[in-house]
C-alpha cells in the first residue's frame, strides 16, 4: 500500500521541471514566430533564443556563438563524435549508449572505482596515431562517479586528438567550465537539470570550430544544425539553468539525504554493495546492489510501495540489459541486483524516509531476505 504521495527518486532519468520553467516553455509558446523570420515576430521569437543561448553559454563559461542548441544529450554527443570529423574514436569503457554508439574504436579501461586509466589513454593515442576524437565523459550516470577531465584532456591534446565530455549527468550538479575542463566540446542536457525533455545543447570552446552538422537544411545554429528551434524547449531549458543558484549549497544538501540513504540501507543489511563509493562522486546518486535479489524485484517492489528509483540503468525500451558500466568496473556479477537511486532538486528528508521504510519492509521480507543471504 502507497503511503502518501509517490516519491520520485529518479533524477538521472529526468527530473521533475522546474516551476520556472514550466513558466517560460508556456509563455513561449504564447510566442508566435519563427527565429529565421525577419519582421517583428519572428525578431520576438528570436530574442528568446539568444537570451537562453546567453544565459547557458554564461553558465558554462562559453562564449554564446559556441552554443549549438540540440534535441538533447543524445544529439549533442551524436553530433560531436561526428561532427568533429575525426576517423577514429576513443572513448571510456563507461560512457552513456549515446556515446558507445557512434562506433568506438579504442576503450579506455576504468579501475574498480569506475574511474579512467590515463595511462592506457595515453598509449592508445600513441599505438594508432590517427587522428581521434576522444569521449570521456563527467560523471556516469548509473554509479554518479567523477572523471578527471581536466587530466584527461590534457593527455589527449598532447597527442593531438580532439576531446569530447559528455557533461549531461554533471550539468548542474557540478560546476561547469568549459576552460578549467580544457575540452574541445561538452554536451549538456536540459532534462536532467529540471528543464524540458527534448532540449540540450553542445558547447564548443571555440565558437568558430567547424563542426559537420548531422540535420541539413536550412543556416540555423551557425549551420551546425539544420532545423527551427525548438523555441519553448530552449526557453525552459534556459529558465531551469537561471534556477542553479547555489550549486554548492544544493550540493551538500543531497550529500546529506544520499549518506543517510546510503547508511541506512548498509545498516538494514551490511552486506549492501555500493557501487563507486570510495570515488569522487555527484552528491545525489547511489547505485546500491543487494547481493541475491534481482534490481527488478527490488524496482517493482519499491514501486508498489510509492518509491520510483530504477534498476542500474533505465533503457528506453524499459527492459534492463545487463550494466556495461558495471562490468567495465569489474562487478559484472552484481550488476543483475543493481538499482539506482537518484536525487535533485525537490528531493526532501522525507523522500529519503519513505525510501528507507519502503526499502526496509522489502529486506524484512523473507523471500528476500533468504535469497540475500544464500548470495552473501
Ligand atoms: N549522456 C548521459 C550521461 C546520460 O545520462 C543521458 C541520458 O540519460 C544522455 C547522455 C542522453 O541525454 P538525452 O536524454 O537528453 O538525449
Not at 527518486?9 to 510566442?31: E, F, K
Not at 552554443?67 to 561532427?83: M, Q
Not at 575525426?86 to 558507445?100: D, G, N
Amino acid at each position: 500500500m502507497v503511503a502518501g504521495d509517490p516519491v520520485y527518486l529518479d533524477y538521472n532519468a529526468t527530473a521533475p521541471v522546474r516551476p520556472a520553467a514550466l513558466r517560460a516553455v508556456t509563455g513561449a509558446l504564447a510566442v508566435t514566430g519563427n527565429p529565421s523570420s525577419v519582421h517583428g515576430f519572428g525578431r520576438g521569437a528570436r530574442r528568446l533564443v539568444e537570451d537562453a543561448r546567453e544565459r547557458i553559454a554564461a553558465w558554462a563559461g562559453a562564449a554564446s556563438a559556441a552554443v549549438v542548441f540540440t534535441s538533447g544529450g543524445t544529439e549533442a554527443n551524436a553530433l560531436a563524435l561526428r561532427g568533429w570529423g575525426r576517423r577514429r574514436i576513443v572513448a571510456s569503457a563507461v560512457e552513456h549508449p549515446s556515446v558507445l554508439a557512434a562506433g568506438v574504436d579504442a576503450m579506455i579501461p576504468v579501475d574498480d572505482r569506475g574511474i579512467i586509466d590515463l595511462a592506457a589513454l595515453d598509449r592508445l593515442l600513441t599505438e594508432d596515431s590517427e587522428p581521434a576524437v576522444v569521449a570521456v565523459m563527467l560523471a556516469n550516470n548509473e554509479t554518479g562517479v567523477i572523471q578527471p577531465v581536466a587530466e584527461a584532456a590534457r593527455v589527449a591534446k598532447a597527442r593531438g586528438a580532439v576531446v569530447h565530455c559528455d557533461a549531461v549527468q554533471a550539468a548542474g550538479r557540478l560546476p561547469l567550465s568549459m576552460a578549467a575542463l580544457g575540452v574541445h566540446s561538452l554536451a549538456v542536457s536540459g532534462h536532467k537539470l529540471g528543464g524540458p525533455q527534448g532540449t540540450g545543447a553542445l558547447l564548443l570552446a571555440d565558437a568558430e570550430a567547424e563542426v559537420k552538422p548531422l540535420l541539413a537544411g536550412g543556416g540555423q545554429e551557425k549551420r551546425r544544425r539544420a532545423g527551427t528551434e525548438n523555441v519553448p524547449g530552449i526557453a525552459g531549458f534556459a529558465a531551469a539553468v537561471a534556477e542553479l543558484e547555489d550549486p554548492d549549497g544544493e550540493r551538500i544538501r543531497l550529500a546529506g539525504l544520499r549518506d543517510r540513504l546510503e547508511a541506512a540501507a548498509r545498516d538494514l543489511l551490511p552486506t549492501v554493495v555500493i557501487f563507486g563509493r570510495d570515488a569522487p562522486r555527484l552528491s545525489n546518486t547511489t547505485c546500491l546492489a543487494v547481493p541475491g535479489v534481482a534490481a527488478q524485484t527490488m524496482v517493482m517492489a519499491l514501486d508498489l510501495a510509492g518509491v520510483a528509483v530504477s534498476a542500474g540503468s533505465a533503457c528506453s525500451s524499459g527492459k534492463v540489459a545487463p550494466s556495461h558500466v558495471l562490468s567495465a568496473m569489474g562487478q559484472g556479477a552484481l550488476a543483475g541486483s543493481a538499482i539506482r537511486v537518484s536525487l535533485g532538486w525537490a528531493s526532501s528528508e522525507r523522500d529519503v524516509d519513505r525510501f528507507i521504510e519502503a526499502f526496509g519492509s522489502l529486506m524484512r521480507r523473507s523471500a528476500i531476505r533468504e535469497g540475500a543471504a544464500s548470495a552473501a
